[in-house]
T-cell receptor, first 114, second 114 residues
Framework: DTAVSQTPKYLVTQMGNDKSIKCEQN?????MYWYKQDSKKFLKIMFS???????INETVPNRFSPKSPDKAHLNLHINSLELGDSAVYFC?????????????FGPGTRLTVT | GESVGLHLPTLSVQEGDNSIINCAYS??????FIWYKQESGKGPQFIID?????DKRQGQRVTVLLNKTVKHLSLQIAATQPGDSAVYFC?????????????FGRGTSLIVHP
């Protein structure tokens, strides 16, 4: 009965490869997010989708492409991986697009680029 | 114990003490604030929120105080327990440009000694 799930939990890959992270929420929420957390625990939003429509895109390199096949899923595809992409990536969801909602986070995907 | 989240990233307290975690937020137009708790290896978890028309809100063992004059939030945890050990983040609902972008503070690591 996991609310927000991500796969895989760990991802180790080499520079230049392309990889994807999947996210699913079973909360019936309209809005989903991707965050990047660096080694100093700084958490920064990357993207947000509302009902499959992109609503936030925070100056993320275009090697990162989110895809939302339906409102319960938001996947993140990363092309040409670089060392600096190593981080923990969190998916989250919230009940609406409005500014007064808390977010529910997944367990994270630790990406290591070697 | 007391910490300034942006300058002292670690707060150590004894079990049973009260803890105070501070956060300076950036956008005076932000009107919704959340405290999240992130345990090791997990995603952030909602603790308590407060809207800008309030200056205090209480939950179970936690209290959030909001001072809009100086753009300051604090999280008070009563009778701190070892299970409270985690990184705590404050978040505001507007980004530097003023748009509704969930924006997280740097985080404070709380260590509770038995």
């Amino acid at each position: 009965d996991t609310a927000v799930s991500q796969t895989p939990k760990y991802l180790v890959t080499q520079m230049g490869n392309d990889k994807s992270i999947k996210c699913e929420q079973n909360l019936g929420h309209d809005t989903m997010y991707w965050y990047k957390q660096d080694s100093k625990k700084f958490l920064k939003i990357m993207f947000s989708y509302n009902n499959k429509e992109l609503i936030i895109n925070e100056t993320v390199p275009n090697r990162f492409s989110p895809k939302s096949p339906d409102k319960a899923h938001l996947n993140l595809h990363i092309n040409s991986l670089e060392l600096g992409d190593s981080a923990v990536y969190f998916c989250a969801s919230s009940p609406g697009t409005g500014p007064l909602y808390e977010q529910y986070f997944g367990p994270g995907t630790r990406l290591t680029v070697t | 114990g007391e910490s300034v989240g942006l300058h002292l990233p670690t707060l150590s307290v004894q079990e049973g003490d009260n803890s105070i975690i501070n956060c300076a937020y950036s956008n005076s137009a932000s009107d919704y604030f959340i405290w999240y708790k992130q345990e090791s290896g997990k995603g952030p978890q909602f603790i308590i929120d407060i809207r800008s028309n309030m200056d205090k809100r209480q939950g179970q063992r936690v209290t959030v105080l909001l001072n809009k004059t100086v753009k300051h939030l604090s999280l008070q945890i009563a009778a701190t327990q070892p299970g409270d050990s985690a990184v705590y983040f404050c978040a505001e609902n507007r980004g530097p440009g003023g748009s509704y972008i969930p924006t997280f503070g740097r985080g404070t690591s709380l260590i509770v000694h038995p």
